[in-house]
Each structure stands twice: as structure tokens, then as C-alpha cells.
């Protein structure tokens, strides 16, 4: 079996790319590494790729990559993913921080990508914005997400950390609580990007730049109940949503089979559930605003 180890970078279509590079710098506070005429790539402090940006008419998510382990043979992956019915490609990749790359489809029609020994980047000059750890996690709306978590547990090793009912689903390929999600919806479409900061106080500051750009923060601070994220909410020139988050749940002994105890669990311990959609899950912080909910329809 495949496994991902970790998320890569996200890949967008865009109708305005110098709009949308400005966002991803000055607000999100990621470093532009290279550009090359209708692409643009920007990476986390870290020096890890963690955006491109495409010129196009629409804007989407077309592309997602996950890290594999070294010792993965992309021929072998390859013969795997045939087996299964998937078409798949394998190329060497001219992007920063990349060198080998498998593609295929999953079935909502994202490109997936695999790659393994990243290259880190150059972080470039200092920027503005944000400046997150690195990219956290993706969501996606899709009108079946059982479906979509069975395939990314099937062919990419996945394991369930949560649902919410029968509607929300949230994976994970490391220790990290979720690194993606899908909630059910009539039509399918990217529901949130997001990026993780160092801490709560990191956080904090972050909504301070968001005030000083001017940027409506649409839900947060407030700290979830599936993942206990401390978490904010924000849509950038494109009209899609960035979370910005810290102190998500980690599950470092997969044996143990619970994630690292925390204060403000109210299980002891923390163990993979199905939360009740009728009871209030977030552990604080206000209820989603009205923004928020007319863009999660």
C-alpha cells in the first residue's frame, strides 16, 4: 500500500495571479520562490513548497501533493495504482522543491501528486503577513464523503480520526488530527485551505495583521471540538477560505490508538469518535457567523 506521509503544496487556478500572489505574501505571509510567466510558487519559512498559483479563467483547487517515503518505488506505485483502475503518470518535475513526481486522479477529479525526497527552497526575502509553519491541511466539499475517505484510506494508507456525524470526516496520514477533510455537499469544491501557526499566541498576532489589512475574519477564535484547533477563518481575493490554526491534535503512539492528552479534551482519553451533530461541539469561542455558513452551503 501506498502511504502518504505528509501534505506538499496545494495547486490553484486563479482569473487574477498578481492578486492572488499579493494575498498569499502580504496576508498569508509566504515567501514567492519563483514565477515564471502564469505560474507562480510560494513556500513557508520553513523553505517547504507550499502553494502554486495558475493563471486561468476560473479558480480552483486542481492539485494536491503528498510526501511517500524514499524507499517507495514509483514503478511499484505505479503497477499499484493500475491494479486499481487508476491512470496514473510519472514525470520529473521542474517545480522548486520538487525533482520526481506520480500523478493520478481521485475521484472527485483533484490531480494527486506523490513525490518523495522533497528539495527545500530558498526562503528569499523577509515578507510580510502571517508566516506559518507550513500548510496544515486541505477541505473538501463532495457529495459523498465516505466514499472519498475510503478511497484515501484504500490508496494512499489514511487512517479515520474523526467524524461528525455522517456528513464531515477527518483523516490523517501522520500525527497530525486531519491533513484532509470532506463534508458533504450537493456540489464539489475545495471548502477551506489551511495553515498552521507556531502557537496560540502566534495566532493572536495573526489576527491583529488580519484587522490592520482589513481582512473580515468570517469565524474565530475558536477552539474546535474534533482536532481541538484553535482556529480562525478568513476568504481571500478569490473567495475561498483560509483557516488559519494551532495546538491541533497529534496522535504520536498510533498503538496507544488516542491523541497526546490535552487540558481541554473532555474525553481521557481523546480517542477517534463520531461526534454528535445535535450537541455544540466547539469547546469555546462564538457560534460560525452567517459569512461563514452561506459560504459552507
Not at 26 to 42: I, K, M, T
Not at 159 to 168: A, H, L, V
Request: some cysteine; proline content about 6%; overall charge negative.
Amino acid at each position: 500500500m501506498i502511504k502518504a506521509k505528509r501534505i506538499g503544496h496545494a495547486t490553484f487556478s486563479t482569473p487574477d495571479l498578481d492578486r492572488l500572489v499579493e494575498h498569499y505574501q502580504e496576508v498569508v505571509g509566504l515567501h514567492l520562490v519563483a514565477r515564471d510567466g502564469n505560474s507562480a510558487y510560494l513556500a513557508s519559512n520553513a523553505g517547504q513548497l507550499a502553494v502554486v498559483l495558475e493563471a486561468s479563467d476560473g479558480a480552483e483547487c486542481t492539485r494536491l501533493s503528498f510526501e511517500v517515503s524514499p524507499r517507495m518505488d514509483f514503478a511499484e506505485m505505479a503497477r499499484d495504482l493500475s491494479t486499481l483502475g487508476l491512470k496514473c503518470e510519472q514525470r520529473t518535475d521542474d517545480r522548486p522543491g520538487l525533482a520526481r513526481v506520480l500523478s493520478f486522479k481521485d475521484p472527485k477529479g483533484t490531480t494527486i501528486e506523490l513525490f518523495s525526497e522533497p528539495l527545500f527552497v530558498s526562503k528569499g526575502k523577509a515578507v510580510g503577513g502571517a508566516t506559518p509553519l507550513k500548510l496544515g491541511h486541505l477541505a473538501f466539499a463532495v457529495p459523498n464523503p465516505r466514499a472519498m475517505a475510503e478511497f484515501y484510506e484504500q490508496v494512499l494508507g489514511f487512517r479515520t480520526s474523526d467524524w461528525i456525524g455522517d456528513f464531515f470526516v477527518f483523516l490523517r496520514c501522520n500525527v497530525d488530527h486531519h491533513t484532509v477533510n470532506f463534508i458533504r455537499a450537493p456540489q464539489t469544491r475545495m471548502h477551506h485551505i489551511a495553515f498552521e501557526m507556531r502557537d496560540a499566541a502566534h495566532l493572536h498576532n495573526s489576527c491583529d495583521l488580519l484587522g490592520q489589512k482589513r481582512v473580515e475574519i468570517v469565524w474565530g477564535p475558536v477552539r474546535h471540538g474534533p482536532g481541538h484547533n484553535v482556529a480562525t477563518y478568513h476568504r481571500n481575493p478569490d473567495n475561498q477560505m483560509i483557516e488559519f490554526f494551532a495546538e491541533l491534535d497529534r496522535m504520536t503512539d498510533e498503538e496507544n490508538g488516542f491523541f497526546d492528552p490535552r487540558p481541554w479534551h473532555r474525553d481521557l482519553p481523546q480517542r477517534p469518535k463520531v461526534w454528535d451533530p445535535t450537541q455544540q461541539r466547539d469547546m469555546w469561542g462564538m457560534r460560525p457567523s452567517q459569512a461563514f455558513l452561506d459560504f459552507a452551503r
